[in-house]
């Protein structure tokens, strides 16, 4: 047997199936020859044949799980900046000055492989008899996220008096990431599940996703285009580029909130960023 975890970036334009180097492996020396070069034959960034399908696999596994940790760390200093009240994209972008810094940013940690592949890594863990601290924190930590945005929300909107029950807030985007169409996994849900705990209604929109596909799956009304109606509040969850270019305030009553999940828009034109 043959194996080569996946390493598409889904979205991505430039770093796609060719141009990403190829982790290989076999069971045997003679296989694993044979799916290397197999692979060599259209991979144009080379491939890295692995000594067995296990590092393989474990590589693709520590791929996202540091992935994962490393949003997690910027996610809780998003908390920490936002109690002090400084802007936390700010303090990256001062910190980014240094060569070695590593350049994530807080947000919503979701789809079919960040999200989820640290928990088969913890899971053989525990198996084997080692309860892995730093790699559930991280997980805690990223699933949690929905919950603290959406309660930011609230907060924002109550400084602004603005009535919580019977509120229209527009959430756009329902895609695990931008530009991309795939939503599994999306942690949007999260923050939707929460603002219905307040009786608020939701408009959900996402012209990338499949709305039919979504409804079926989630229960939930999807929307491909703005509803002509005026909102209390925008939370722009997903930063798809025909957002960032978006004039948002002729979707909002005067009085209104908008908050940016992702960092997208122009500070001078939002009350709160992640």
Not at 105 to 130: E, F, M, N, T, W
Not at 197 to 217: A, C, F, G, L, P
Not at 252 to 265: Q, R
Request: glycine share 6%; hydrophobic share 40%.
């Amino acid at each position: 047997m043959g194996y080569s975890p996946e390493r598409i970036n889904p979205g991505d334009k430039i770093n796609t199936l060719t141009n990403i180097v190829k982790v290989t492996s076999g069971s045997t020396e003679k296989i694993a020859n044979d799916v290397d070069d197999l692979y060599s034959s259209i991979i144009k960034a080379g491939t890295f044949k692995a000594s067995s399908i296990k590092v393989a696999e474990a590589a693709k596994v520590i791929e996202n799980s540091q992935r994962d940790i490393n949003i997690a760390f910027v996610n809780e200093l998003s908390k920490i900046f936002n109690l002090i009240g400084i802007d936390t994209n700010e303090v990256i972008d001062a910190a980014c000055s240094k060569w070695n810094f590593l350049n994530f940013r807080p947000g919503l940690v979701g789809g079919h492989c960040i999200g989820v592949d640290p928990y088969y890594l913890a899971q053989k863990s525990i198996s084997l008899g080692y309860n892995p601290e730093i790699i559930l924190s991280g997980r805690r930590l990223n699933d949690s996220m929905g919950k603290y945005i959406a309660n930011q929300l609230i907060k924002l909107m109550i400084l602004k008096e603005i009535d919580i029950k019977s509120s229209e807030v527009l959430i756009l985007g329902f895609a695990f990431k931008e530009n991309c169409p795939d939503y599994r996994n999306t942690k949007v849900i999260d923050i939707i599940n929460e603002l219905k705990s307040y009786n608020i209604n939701i408009t959900i929109v996402d012209s990338w996703v499949n709305k039919s596909d979504v409804e079926k799956e989630y229960k939930i009304n999807i929307e491909n285009k703005i509803p002509k109606k005026s909102y209390d509040s925008v939370l722009v969850a997903v930063s798809h580029d025909e957002y960032k270019k978006m004039d948002l305030k002729q979707h909002l009553l005067k009085k209104h909130v908008i908050y940016d999940v992702k960092g997208c828009l122009d500070k001078e034109i939002i009350d709160s960023r992640l």
